[in-house]
């Protein structure tokens, strides 16, 4: 009969004539009482199956055989196997699996060779598995299920993976070759086309936030089903395929309009940008998975470089609008702009400083991003804004309204931004001379506050750093014990009693700043005062040298006007100006000069507080608001104020210029001394090796100028500490 004349055997009748053999040879597998198959058997079952999947179509039943064929080994193994291997327990459950997994292979054999049409034709053409490979491919499918969230019979997956291992007997041969090589296979393939999809429809943080659960799930699983060994394995394929691939391709999808939005300072745009920032660092694992491939992090650190940089940026940028508009024009306003822009710079910085504590990349790439705090703003650098922020905060009366605990929370805060300031030296003077005012004029609010911040200092940049300071607020404490001596020497004394309450500070010189010490003329009220002092302080000792800073002395006054006696606060030298008056009525500029021994610069600014400015103790002929040397001053006895006690300020000096030049000069000794040092020990050094090194020693407080270097190189030589080689003028030699 020709193949078109061949009866059509239908699916049910065809597949019902097959599951007669199958169970068949079930039954002889399980021992049970069955005549063996003969030839005849095998090849009418084969011919069946041939004859289906030949048959034109409608009724080509390749498909649903192969199909059928999947099903019976998943029937088989939750009807026969798990109940039989649920029944036994120790040695018997054992030998119960030995016999199982014999019986399952032999089962796929005999079955691999009744369906054996299908592996060599319609398996080829659709490029299926294999028909040993269904056994494998069952468990992998239900692997699948799972992971698209589907419920599945746990239990079933452990017990059937339980089998590979335990067949082993202590040995992972049969699990590793027979199961998890293929497992991992299937995984990567999976994966690989999730991603691959994810990349094109995702957003970074997105895709992100998949790859995170992927990685969860399957760490779930290892626990669930599949042996411990299997984790590390499975987790580095996975990484591999979500991470390694797509590592630049993810970040360039969020990171392609990031460099026009910095170069075009659209800052406000790129805080698009900080999503994946976020999301990476309050994430710990998920921030965690970039770290685990190779060179993976660098990118990400790159972009989180990039996007503190804008926002540290944007604040300088902030800060200069508001110190140059026009309703900020007053200096107290500026100041407090200022002040305020400091202080949302602690914030950004506490902000990412808390994501990249444990990671040393982030570390640098944060304080790259921060290096543009050091430029300062507004014509202030950062170390003075720095240390006009710390005095703001310890001085009384601080518009911060901070608890003791806020206020240590704060200063910790300040000092860590002490690593971004490359001029530490210059913080040091400024906080030296701030320091000084609070402590001199009693405007420091708390001692123990003063001295948690030096403590907090010297850890951070050393002891030399604080040294001078730490001695500072250790006078004050002297201070204190000096003035109740004094006291107790006035009243055991009484014949001595100037007759005016006087207190002295005294300070050990080299520890504080330098101050201007003018032969002042003092009038004889006050010339009695410093002779009973310094009698009595050659009681304390003989050794020391007392020298009168009266610039910064303070004076009480009353002044006798014909509305009322008001008291005056004011310097030691607008007092000892207005003290003249008491002899005379009408005093010249040119003899108010001569009488105090004053420079014009210091009479100028005196004159001006008393005849000019808010307070007119003195009326001034002319009557202009500039002090000449033809003035004229008398004094002005109708002046009167609601208040009766005011206190006459001088007008303020800029110190930040004085300031600068000290610790310019200051420098030029650093690189003397630190020239120095280099060449004693190495004897013998090339001027590049010297600059070097010299720039090393001298960086943790402040970057030398490599021209500065050179000069102080050529200075040293002519003063005989150095020379250059003979044969090789490029190379110095130490001169002992």
């Known amino acids: 009969m020709t193949r078109g004349e061949r009866e059509i055997i239908l699916f049910e009748q065809g597949w019902e004539l097959m599951q007669t053999a199958i169970t068949k040879l079930k039954n002889i597998l399980e021992g049970l009482p069955e005549p063996q198959f003969s030839s005849e058997d095998y090849m009418m ?38 109940p039989s291997l649920k029944e036994k327990n120790d040695e018997f459950m054992l030998r119960e699996l030995v016999k199982r997994w014999a019986i399952y292979r032999v089962l796929g054999r005999w079955l ?42 746990r239990a079933l997956l452990r017990n059937v993976l339980d089998i590979f291992v335990a067949i082993g007997m202590g040995q992972m041969d049969w699990y590793e070759n027979d199961f998890e090589a293929a497992f991992l296979k299937d995984t990567v393939a999976y994966y690989s086309q999730k991603a691959s999809s994810w990349i094109l429809e995702d957003s970074c ?75 990476l660092s309050k994430n710990k694992e998920r921030f965690r998975l970039l770290f685990r491939i190779p060179r993976g992090i660098e990118p990400v650190s790159s972009l989180f470089k990039q996007y503190v940089t804008a926002e540290v940026t ?19 306003m500026v100041g407090l702009q200022e002040q305020v822009f400091v202080r949302k710079v602690i914030e950004l910085h506490e902000k990412y400083q808390a994501y ?20 300062g703003v507004a014509g202030s650098s950062s170390a003075e804004l720095l240390a006009t922020f710390c005095d703001n905060i310890l001085k009384k009366g601080s518009s911060w309204k901070l608890s ?29 001379k701030k320091l000084a005012r609070r402590l001199l004029f009693g405007k420091s609010a708390n001692d123990d506050h003063e001295r948690s911040i030096l403590t907090k200092i010297k850890r951070k940049c050393g002891g030399q750093f604080t040294s001078k300071m730490e001695r500072m607020v250790t006078d ?18 009484s014949h001595a009693n100037p007759g005016i309450d006087l207190t002295v500070t005294v300070l050990t010189t080299g520890f504080w700043p330098s101050y201007k010490s003018f032969d002042l003329n003092l009038p004889p009220e006050l010339v009695k005062c410093v002779e009973v002092f310094q009698e009595f302080y050659q009681t304390k000792t003989k050794h020391r040298k007392l020298t009168w800073i009266y610039s910064l002395g303070t004076c009480n006054i009353s002044g006798k006007f014909e509305p009322k006696t008001m008291e005056l606060i004011m310097t030691t030298y607008q007092a000892s100006a207005l003290l003249l008056f008491n002899s005379s009525d009408r005093l010249s500029y040119s003899d108010i000069m001569t009488e105090l021994n004053l420079t014009d610069n210091d009479i100028v600014r005196l004159l001006h507080s008393l005849s000019c400015a808010k307070y007119k103790i003195l009326n001034k ?5 500039t002090i000449s040397p033809t003035d004229y001053f008398e004094f002005n006895s109708k002046f009167t104020d609601k208040m009766r006690r005011i206190k006459i300020l001088l007008p303020p000096v800029d110190e930040k210029k004085k300031v600068i030049e000290d610790v310019d000069k200051d420098r030029l000794y650093a690189i003397d001394a630190s020239i120095v040092r280099v060449m004693k020990s190495r004897k013998v050094l090339g001027h590049q090796q010297l600059v070097m090194e010299c720039v090393e020693q001298l960086g943790h407080m402040f970057k030398p100028n490599l021209k500065a270097i050179k000069k102080r190189i050529d200075d040293l030589i002519t003063r005989d500490y150095l020379e250059r080689d003979k044969d090789n003028p490029n190379f110095f030699r130490y001169l002992a």
């Open 112 to 153: 691999s060779h009744f369906f054996s049409y299908l592996d060599r034709y319609f398996i080829a053409r659709w490029n299926l598995p294999r028909l040993n490979e269904v056994g494998l491919t069952c468990f992998r499918d239900l692997i699948n299920k799972e992971r698209e969230g589907e419920q599945v019979d």
């Open 205 to 279: 943080p997105d895709y992100m936030l998949k790859a995170e659960k992927c990685l969860r799930r399957e760490k779930d699983g290892v626990s669930l089903y599949l042996h411990s060994s299997t984790e590390a394995k499975l987790l580095e394929k996975i990484q591999h395929e979500f991470l390694s691939v797509y590592v630049t391709q993810l970040l360039e999808k969020d990171n392609s309009q990031c460099h026009a939005l910095v170069r075009d300072d659209k800052v406000e745009d790129l805080s698009r940008m900080s999503e994946l920032l976020f999301y």
């Open 404 to 432: 003791d605990e806020d206020i240590e929370e704060t200063l910790e805060k300040v000092v860590k931004l002490l690593d971004y300031i490359s001029d530490k030296d210059l913080f040091a003077e400024f906080y030296r």
């Open 314 to 332: 944007a604040l300088v940028k902030q800060a200069e609008d508001a110190a140059s508009n026009k309703k900020a024009e007053k200096k107290d």
């Open 356 to 375: 990249v504590n444990d990671y040393h990349t982030f570390h640098k790439a944060l304080k790259e991003a921060f290096e543009v705090f050091n430029k």
């Open 45 to 82: 079952l084969y011919t069946t199956i041939f004859n289906m999947c030949t048959q034109r179509p409608p009724h080509d039943y390749s498909q649903q055989i192969y199909y059928k064929y999947r099903e019976t080994f998943e029937e088989y193994i939750t009807s026969t196997v798990l």
């Open 476 to 493: 004050l404490t002297l201070t204190r014990e000096n003035q109740t001596s004094w006291e107790e020497y006035l009243s055991n004394n």
């Open 621 to 625: 002929e002319p009557n202009t608001k």
